[in-house]
Nanobody
Framework: QVQLVESGGGLVQAGGSLRLSCAASGRTFSSYGMGWFRQAPGKEREFTARISSSGGSTYYADSVKGRFSISRDNAKNTVYLQMNSLKPEDTAVYYC?????????????????WGQGTQVTVSS
């Protein structure tokens, strides 16, 4: 079965950078849009970024626009989230997700497969 495994989280100082990776199993990775979401304690899971199946289209939450960059390498079955200029408010568990048959947008309900999450903590 297809699985998503996130990695790259950790503890960084405010203003620092991290690159998250999401490795997918399976041979049809390139046919799916992918998204990154995050969930902070006491808050709902929040859309962060998405990328189309080809990588030609990206979209970001206003809160991360200009600081985060989503990309994918379909040959490696991997999607990335480059996180720059990190702020304490970015602290959350970050989840990689695969879009469902209706396409991936900014809603958690548009995604039908999720990774286990990776913790990102930004200290002030």
């Amino acid at each position: 079965q297809v699985q998503l495994v996130e990695s790259g989280g950790g503890l960084v100082q405010a203003g620092g950078s991290l690159r998250l990776s999401c490795a997918a199993s399976g041979r049809t990775f390139s046919s799916y849009g992918m998204g990154w979401f995050r969930q902070a304690p006491g808050k709902e899971r929040e859309f962060t970024a998405r990328i189309s199946s080809s990588g030609g289209s990206t979209y970001y939450a206003d809160s991360v626009k200009g600081r985060f960059s989503i990309s994918r390498d379909n040959a490696k079955n991997t999607v990335y989230l480059q996180m720059n200029s990190l702020k304490p408010e970015d602290t959350a568990v970050y989840y990689c997700a695969r879009a469902g048959p209706l396409g991936g947008g900014a809603s958690v309900y548009a995604y039908n497969l999720w990774g286990q999450g990776t913790q990102v903590t930004v200290s002030s």
